[in-house]
């Protein structure tokens, strides 16, 4: 594809539900990135993945949260009981790097809302 | 711990005004410094990557500079298309090498 896509682009759950988000990263980038922005902070890193290198799960805020990436593309972040403070955008990145270039390249992100 | 520090929080310029924007880091060992802007609704999107200090990159009326304890984005006669959320961000050499550090963003409003 053109870019990152992320699906659902807003998605409303219940307390206590479980949720699935969905990335699909350009189309031979190595390393994906999961990354947290909630009104008025910065964006939170949650987990990275690198081809098929055991990912990086030190910014999984606890053990809710989980991550898989299929076949080195796309990638579903995992939320299980939902809770109000769960509620941010997820934004998803891939890129390069380390090989290439180490810009990253964002999409448009998930608006998750947690009632 | 690695950390980035903006400032200000948000900036109100009118058409043609220039300013800058800071951006204050601490890392181990800085191996990047980035700037994106990102647009309401949509994911951030890059504009420069800075390595060393002394270092400079242009774009259009963008500017961004690099000391070896702050970046600044200076913008030179501001447009209204230039109104967005400006962020900063560092990779560092340490054990967060696999991960972008940001801050919390600048937000810019250019009035016509």
């Known amino acids: 594809g053109a870019g990152v896509s992320q699906s659902p682009s807003n998605k409303v759950t219940e307390k206590g539900k479980d949720v699935e988000l969905r990335c699909d990263p350009i189309?031979?980038?190595?390393?994906l990135y999961w990354y947290r922005q909630s009104l008025g902070q910065g964006l939170e890193f949650l987990i990275y993945?690198?081809?098929?290198?055991?990912?990086?799960k030190s910014g999984l805020p606890s053990d809710r949260f989980s991550a898989e990436r299929t076949g080195g593309s796309v990638s579903t972040l995992t939320i299980q009981r939902t809770q109000q403070e769960d509620s941010a955008v997820y934004l998803c990145a891939s890129s390069d790097f380390p090989g290439g270039n180490e810009k990253l390249f964002f999409g448009s992100g998930t608006q998750l809302s947690v009632l | 711990e690695d950390q980035v520090t903006q400032s200000p929080e948000a900036l109100r310029l009118q058409e043609g005004e220039s300013s800058s924007l800071n951006c204050s880091y601490t890392v181990s060992g800085l191996r990047g410094l980035f700037w994106y802007r990102q647009d309401p609704g949509k994911g951030p999107e890059f504009l420069f990557t800075l390595y060393s200090a002394g270092e400079e990159k242009e774009k259009e009326r963008l500017k961004a500079t690099l000391t070896k304890k702050e970046s600044f984005l200076h913008i030179t006669a501001p447009k209204p298309e230039d109104s967005a959320t400006y962020l900063c961000a560092v990779r560092g050499y340490g054990g967060a090498t696999n991960k972008l550090i940001f801050g919390t963003g600048t937000l810019l409003a250019v009035q016509p």
């Open positions: 189309s031979g980038h190595t390393a």
């Open positions: 993945f690198q081809g098929n290198s055991a990912p990086d």
